[in-house]
């Protein structure tokens, strides 16, 4: 079975289509052994309450520097003992020794076809009204691997989508992620816990 914690920020509607995937099957030798959010308020928690999934709230506001912060977070993943960390809308920049620690272990998704509409600055909404502003008609999302960059990792899996006439940021948010992120996000964890993912040279094989 694949340990696996999920971190949070906000509403958690891709932690529900993680535990979604695991009750009905979409995702095998996966058990979500634990949710990790920063903000104490964030919705995605009820969820994990509902359940039964252990949940820990690491506020950067309970901590007295980031330093202690980032320590208090790794001490919070570590006592999970997780095999995959899925990063679901979680907007902290990760420490450094985390990254080293769970390398080619931490996954993250993201609202873009990446390398495009990435990077700093580029979380949530503001993705979709970066594509609306430049006229383009493929958007997507992408799960890839965390590496030390911001969204540079290697890439595991990415699903189009098209921009519709009319679109307003938060209509082509909820499209990325009904038509995308819910259904690549759930299928790159079922594939890491039955091996079909390797990373090589910086890049993934998919065992298909
Ligand atoms: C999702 O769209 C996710 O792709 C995005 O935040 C949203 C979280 O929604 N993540 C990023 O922008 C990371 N750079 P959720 O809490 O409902 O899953």
């Known amino acids: 079975?694949?340990?696996?914690?999920?971190?949070?920020?906000?509403?958690?509607?891709?932690?529900?289509?993680?535990?979604?995937?695991?009750?009905?099957g979409v995702i095998t030798n996966t058990e979500i052994v634990g949710v990790i959010s920063n903000k104490?308020?964030?919705?995605a928690?009820?969820?994990?309450?509902?359940?039964?999934i252990a949940s820990r709230c690491i506020s950067p506001r309970d901590y007295a520097d980031r330093e202690a912060f980032h320590r208090g977070m790794m001490e919070?993943?570590?006592?999970?003992?997780?095999?995959?960390?899925?990063?679901?809308?979680?907007?902290?920049?990760?420490?450094?020794?985390m990254i080293q620690k769970y390398r080619n272990r931490i996954i993250n998704i993201h609202p873009s076809l990446i390398p495009s509409f990435c990077g700093k600055g580029f979380y949530g909404l503001k993705v979709h009204e970066a594509e609306l502003e430049k006229g383009v008609r493929v958007v997507g999302a992408t799960?890839?691997?965390?590496?030390?960059?911001?969204?540079?990792?290697?890439?595991?899996?990415?699903?189009?989508?098209?921009?519709?006439?009319?679109?307003?940021?938060?209509t082509l948010q909820r499209r990325v992620m009904?038509?995308?992120?819910?259904?690549?996000?759930?299928?790159?964890?079922?594939?890491?816990?039955?091996?079909?993912?390797?990373?090589?040279?910086?890049?993934?094989?998919?065992?298909?």
């Open 1 to 24: 079975m694949l340990r696996t914690v999920v971190c949070v920020s906000g509403g958690g509607t891709n932690l529900q289509a993680v535990i979604d995937g695991v009750r009905n």
């Open 40 to 43: 104490k308020d964030a919705y």
């Open 45 to 52: 928690l009820e969820r994990a309450k509902k359940y039964q």
């Open 76 to 97: 919070a993943l570590d006592a999970f003992a997780p095999d995959l960390i899925v990063l679901a809308g979680f907007l902290v920049v990760l420490p450094e020794a």
């Open 143 to 170: 799960v890839h691997f965390v590496d030390e960059g911001t969204d540079t990792g290697p890439i595991i899996l990415q699903k189009a989508v098209n921009v519709e006439q009319g679109d307003t940021p938060e």
């Open 178 to 208: 009904e038509e995308a992120e819910w259904k690549i996000l759930p299928q790159a964890i079922d594939m890491i816990a039955n091996g079909r993912v390797k990373v090589e040279d910086g890049k993934v094989i998919l065992d298909e």
